[in-house]
């Protein structure tokens, strides 16, 4: 828990996955959650009453007193956001995206940082921020001090990285975590058209999640596309219906080729 | 450990990934592996060396008194290999493809059929067999019953499956593991490219594999594609140079946007 002096009286502007469990940690943690401004008045209220505090969807409304304001929104609606949130001189203004820069915030606001949580989160699914890496940006180095404290308080990993960092983790995030996820989307459609349970295929998954621990993805590779084994991609193509489908295989197949005749020689060299 | 009349005496036609962890556990379990093929002397050498038994590169030295024979070769070397081998009248011939049928074994030998591991092997990486989920098929009821037995002596997951399943469970596999591990290479690459290590993603690979024991892929997704973050996406597309992977990119988005759009309203029906 923390002290009362690193107690800090945050606004949450966004209430969707991140903004959620960002702010059921940092309750946790001790902070007074003041206020949680969303444009939508049902998530406004869902979050404000999962935490016991106010609701608005105005931006007028938006409490005047917290010291910490954060933006947890989609990127695309940051930017307006930002010019609608009353500027305080002594309160630190936060965003928490991955792909927009520090600097958007400079025009309206003193003292303002980023906060990236590198993880999937959903509403509903509760994970402890012990272990989830947070990237930190601050406008100097004091304001990256109350930024490290804050994030401190509820993840052991806090590093600094820098705008243009962040945009190549938030890239590197999507090929790690979404797509893989999309993949599994598709694999758990073939496994229903084959009257077969998708959670069979949950010990491959951890396990080719566990693997790249100790082995370099690009060795650790296996299966039909690494072998250049035409004729079961040929086979495995046609079982496919979606044309997409079909496409994703085969450009995946074709990559997959090239970085083992290209990228591993690299390797060796 | 099996007792003196379950133990088998297996000859390995095959020394890659699979057949170094299948041969490896069944030595383990109390089984006599007799004898390692391949047509590589090195590979022979490396797999019967680390078992203790002889090595041969040529099909006219196989044992021939061996009581099982097990395939485990790629699915291009499978068919030619099957017209080599000597036929026993009462020896078991097992393949472990997930894409043949089991009836490719019908023309040269009586007693046949399938053992199909659904899991990523690697040579190097010790894995136990005890949660791989092991799919077999037998040419009658009583050579089922022998493949039970010898799965079994290794995994607590044996299930029967038909070839017709086998080959969705093979497709199934190369979604689930293939695919999304060449993910995990080229988001090593754009760590890379921002000078920062990879394994700060292995807490996000991670929980997108832990995610979907309590999740359905399909709910479990976030990102910028799921939120149709247009602005987001174009702007990480154009922080990659290889235009395949470009098209990778783009390709899986509006994929992840089609599933978003059209499979959770049919989920909600």
Not at 213 to 226: C, E, M, S
Request: hydrophobic share 40%.
């Amino acid at each position: 828990m923390v002290t009362t002096a690193e107690k800090r009286h945050i606004v949450f502007i966004g209430a969707g996955n991140l903004a959620t469990r960002l702010a059921v940690a940092w309750q946790q943690a001790g902070h007074d959650i003041r206020q949680v401004y969303s444009r939508t008045e049902a998530s406004a209220q869902a979050l404000a009453s999962r935490l016991g505090c106010a609701a608005t969807t105005r931006t007028e409304e938006l409490c005047r007193d917290a010291d910490t304001y954060l933006f947890a929104v989609s990127d695309k609606a940051l930017e307006p956001l930002i010019d609608e949130v009353p500027a305080g001189d002594t309160a630190l203004y936060l965003h928490t995206a991955g792909s927009m820069p520090m600097e958007l915030l400079h025009k309206r606001f003193r003292q303002y940082g980023v906060c990236y949580p590198l993880q999937t989160l959903s509403k509903e699914r509760t994970l402890s921020f012990d272990d989830i890496p947070l990237f930190i940006e601050g406008s100097s180095p004091e304001v990256t001090t109350d930024i490290r404290l804050l994030a401190q308080s509820i993840s052991r990993q806090v590093m600094e990285a820098t705008s243009e960092q962040r945009r190549y983790l938030h890239l590197a995030a999507v090929f790690a975590c979404n797509f893989p996820n999309h993949l599994y989307a598709i694999a758990a459609e073939v496994m229903k058209k084959a009257d077969l349970p998708f959670n069979l295929l949950l010990p491959l998954i951890g396990e080719t999640a566990a693997k790249i621990k100790a082995l370099a993805p690009i060795d650790a590779q296996t299966g039909p596309a690494v072998r250049f084994d035409d004729n079961v991609m040929q086979k495995q193509i046609a079982l496919l219906d979606d044309p997409d489908e079909k496409e994703i295989y085969r450009l995946l197949s074709r990559h997959i080729h090239l970085f083992a005749t290209t990228r591993q020689q690299h390797h060796h060299e």
